[in-house]
T-cell receptor, first 113, second 111 residues
Framework: NAGVMQNPRHLVRRRGQEARLRCSPM?????VYWYRQLPEEGLKFMVY????????ESGMPKERFSAEFPKEGPSILRIQQVVRGDSAAYFC???????????FGQGTRLTVV | AQTVTQSQPEMSVQEAETVTLSCTYD???????LFWYKQPPSRQMILVIR??????QNATENRFSVNFQKAAKSFSLKISDSQLGDAAMYFC????????FGTGTRLKVLA
């Protein structure tokens, strides 16, 4: 059973471009969570999704950021018009409805130049 | 607001010795979980140990154990017989479906 898969592992974007980060949850997991880790800080919750539904987006910046988890395919975190301050590691985690533990992917390091 | 505080930015321990990492938290949840995660340079978040808040018994996983003091909202991690491979960032977290993380403690293991 493969773990949570995130791609790409590293992503470089110029200011103003769009960044798309992908997350394939573990097999059988229907809940996905996105976290952001700024340099030298802990992870900060961004959004919690179930298939085709956003359950809690209280940690998402109001502008430029969006997330989806379609019925088929991976979850996508989309950042439009990236700025230098978006440079961070973005982690995805997944769980089943019954899990109290979320399993983390290896993260995508986004660098905005 | 829920918070998790790790007051030790960095700790060092001699190989084979014991070290304790501190964590305090604040939550309005009545039922929640507490976690310690290890993050090596690879960036992978590895679950070290988990504690259900409703359980009084402290969780143990091999060389790793916790001291959970619910009234004091304290959740420290004890690493016994430290090994070089234990060197990493350690994050304390609390929550139910979404986790609140502390700022981490960098653990150095000295040979």
């Amino acid at each position: 059973n493969a773990g949570v898969m995130q791609n790409p592992r590293h992503l470089v974007r110029r200011r103003g471009q769009e960044a798309r980060l992908r997350c394939s949850p573990m097999k059988g997991h229907s809940h996905v969570y996105w976290y952001r880790q700024l340099p030298e800080e802990g992870l900060k919750f961004m959004v919690y999704l179930q298939k085709e539904n956003i359950i809690d987006e209280s940690g998402m910046p109001k502008e430029r950021f969006s997330a989806e988890f379609p019925k088929e395919g991976p979850s996508i975190l989309r950042i439009q018009q990236v700025v230098r301050g978006d440079s961070a590691a973005y982690f995805c985690a997944s769980s089943t409805p019954a899990d109290t533990e979320a399993f983390f992917g290896q993260g995508t390091r986004l660098t905005v130049v | 607001a829920q918070t998790v505080t790790q007051s030790q930015p960095e700790m060092s321990v001699q190989e084979a010795e014991t070290v304790t990492l501190s964590c305090t938290y604040d939550t309005s949840e009545s039922d929640y979980y507490l976690f310690w995660y290890k993050q090596p340079p690879s960036r992978q978040m590895i679950l070290v140990i988990r504690q259900e808040a409703y359980k009084q018994q402290n969780a143990t996983e091999n060389r790793f154990s916790v001291n959970f003091q619910k009234a004091a909202k304290s959740f420290s991690l004890k690493i016994s017989d430290s090994q070089l491979g234990d060197a990493a960032m350690y994050f304390c977290a609390s929550g139910t479906y979404k986790y609140i993380f502390g700022t981490g403690t960098r653990l150095k293991v000295l040979a």
